[in-house]
């Protein structure tokens, strides 16, 4: 008989909740982040079979394992397999090292893997109940587009984003604007931290629950789980056997990318180490070193643009999977096992300069290009391997987690070349833009919110 999983709260002071109501919730109501109270465990047969599943039912799988009756397996296989239609190239470099590229899905960056399942569950639970929510979410780009093409079409689902007005590329934009539909974008006047600010102030405000706002960013559980998959993929596809273990390195700005792969390796999937690599927003990285905990307030601007976060959302929860208990300012009250992190984790930290020098390199050396994130995680798995001259003999993935086109600016810059537009962005780029600007004033956003559902 299956025990149902319950998920707790990193705060410890709210009730266990289904994963129905973590997903439809996104935040537990003391401010923490939800986690599985257990998880499965594969066995190495099983995991040997995972080789000749495709993604789709490996996906169906895995989540279907931890989520248990609440989805059931076949629900589950049906979604997965109408969403993860696209590829998972996983490039040879040299050696046993590789690049995995999660940039092909609709919006070309890894974010989609996350938020196509997500949007898809909530659906899920919500005709059931014959309800509707309106996903109201903040972006600096990336996360409102994989949102936006994600949640796009789906029935029972209005979304609203917003994005400050100058601080989205013009291609990202686009992603977002020629939806219509069921999407509404708005441009703000002001800055990521302005809009972040104006939904939290309507996910506070009481006349405004007759519209059930829900949140789609990275601290949802929805958003966590699906980012496991590609992990057990990458191993099935590369490894000679059972007992193969690999090494994974991380571009991270949030730590849910991270995150996802450690929920993968407590499930048994054979990891001897993630990398951790991020770029001058080394807070994690520092405080691996140090045991000191400072958020970097406000966040640096670098290339990699969509890793420039100066206290990670996620970090809570990778203290929690290490017997620690950090809360959401940052505060750490109980340690993590230090020890046990570090065992587990090469953390590292790359300026501009030194990404930049990457992609040259990498491209010279191997005729590839490499998009700033990718670059951050390809540069710490060098420097891992340089520390641990054990690994240059083992498998070893870098992930690559956006299509370098997203960066063709920077990427012309550096290497005089100007990568091809996917079919998808390409589409974008074309479209009939629609969106509505507004002051950074909360009140217009109510109205408008008022006026529209
Ligand atoms: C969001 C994002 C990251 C960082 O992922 P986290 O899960 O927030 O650590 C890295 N690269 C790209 C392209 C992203 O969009």
């Given at each position: 008989m299956k025990t149902a999983t319950l998920y707790n709260s990193t705060n410890l002071k709210a009730p266990p909740a289904s994963?129905?109501?973590?997903?439809?919730?996104?935040?537990?109501?003391?401010?923490?982040?939800?986690?599985?109270?257990?998880?499965?465990?594969?066995?190495?047969?099983?995991?040997?079979?995972?080789?000749?599943l495709s993604y789709p039912e490996m996906a169906a799988e895995i989540i279907s394992a931890i989520t248990g009756d609440e989805t059931g397996t076949d629900e589950l296989r049906k979604i997965c397999s109408s969403i993860y239609t696209f590829g998972i190239p996983l490039e040879h470099v040299q050696d046993k090292h590789y690049i995995m590229r999660l940039d092909?899905?609709?919006?070309?960056?890894?974010?989609?893997?996350?938020?196509?399942?997500?949007?898809?569950?909530?659906?899920?639970f919500l005709k059931k109940e014959n309800r509707n929510i309106t996903i109201l979410t903040?972006?600096?780009?990336?996360?409102?587009?994989?949102?936006?093409?994600?949640?796009?079409?789906?029935d029972s689902?209005?979304?609203?984003?917003?994005?400050?007005?100058?601080?989205?590329?013009?291609?990202?934009?686009?992603?977002?604007?020629?939806?219509?539909?069921?999407?509404?974008?708005?441009?703000?006047?002001?800055?990521?931290?302005?809009?972040?600010?104006?939904?939290?102030?309507?996910?506070?405000d009481p006349s405004l629950t007759k519209f059930n706002l829900s949140s789609a960013n990275s601290i949802n559980i929805g958003r966590l789980l699906p980012q496991s998959v590609y992990y057990f993929y990458a191993w099935s596809r590369l490894a000679e056997n059972t007992e193969n273990t690999c090494i994974f390195s991380v571009p991270s700005g949030n730590f849910g990318n991270l995150a996802g792969g450690i929920l993968a390796a407590r499930m048994g999937l054979p990891v001897e180490r993630f990398v951790i690599a991020t770029?001058?927003?080394?807070?994690?990285?520092?405080?691996?070193?140090?045991?000191?905990?400072?958020?970097?307030?406000?966040?640096?601007?670098?290339?990699?643009?969509?890793?420039?976060?100066?206290?990670?959302?996620?970090?809570a929860r990778i203290i929690a999977m290490y017997g620690g208990r950090m809360d959401e300012k940052g505060i750490i009250h109980t340690m993590p096992d230090m020890n046990a992190m570090r065992r587990d984790f090469y953390a590292t930290f790359f300026s501009d300069n030194?990404?930049?020098?990457?992609?040259?390199?990498?491209?010279?050396k191997y005729g590839m290009v490499l998009e700033p994130h990718g670059a951050?995680?390809?540069?710490?798995?060098?420097?891992?391997?340089?520390?641990?001259?054990?690994?240059?003999?083992?498998?070893?993935?870098?992930?690559?987690?956006?299509?370098?086109?997203?960066?063709?600016?920077?990427?012309?810059?550096?290497l005089n070349i100007e990568p091809e537009l996917p079919e998808a962005l390409r589409k974008a780029e074309s479209e009939r833009e629609e969106f509505l600007s507004l002051d950074n004033d909360y009140d217009a956003l109510r109205r408008f919110i008022i006026q529209k559902y």
């Open positions: 994963f129905r109501d973590a997903l439809l919730k996104g935040l537990a109501p003391d401010g923490g982040l939800y986690m599985p109270d257990r998880l499965p465990v594969f066995s190495r047969r099983k995991l040997s079979e995972f080789s000749s092909q899905g609709p919006t070309a960056s890894f974010k989609d893997f996350a938020a196509l399942l997500m949007g898809r569950l909530m659906q899920f903040a972006t600096s780009g990336d996360t409102g587009s994989a949102v936006a093409n994600a949640f796009h079409g789906l689902i209005n979304v609203i984003i917003l994005y400050p007005a100058n601080e989205v590329s013009e291609l990202q934009r686009k992603q977002m604007t020629t939806l219509g539909g069921n999407v509404s974008v708005i441009e703000i006047d002001g800055k990521f931290d302005d809009c972040q600010r104006l939904v939290k102030t309507a996910f506070m770029n001058e927003n080394n807070e994690v990285p520092l405080f691996m070193q140090s045991e000191e905990y400072h958020p970097i307030t406000p966040s640096i601007n670098c290339i990699s643009s969509a890793m420039n976060v100066g206290h990670p959302s996620n970090l030194e990404t930049r020098k990457t992609i040259r390199d990498f491209y010279s951050v995680a390809w540069a710490g798995l060098q420097e891992a391997i340089a520390n641990n001259p054990a690994y240059q003999e083992k498998l070893c993935i870098a992930v690559e987690t956006a299509h370098p086109a997203k960066f063709r600016d920077e990427i012309k810059s550096i």
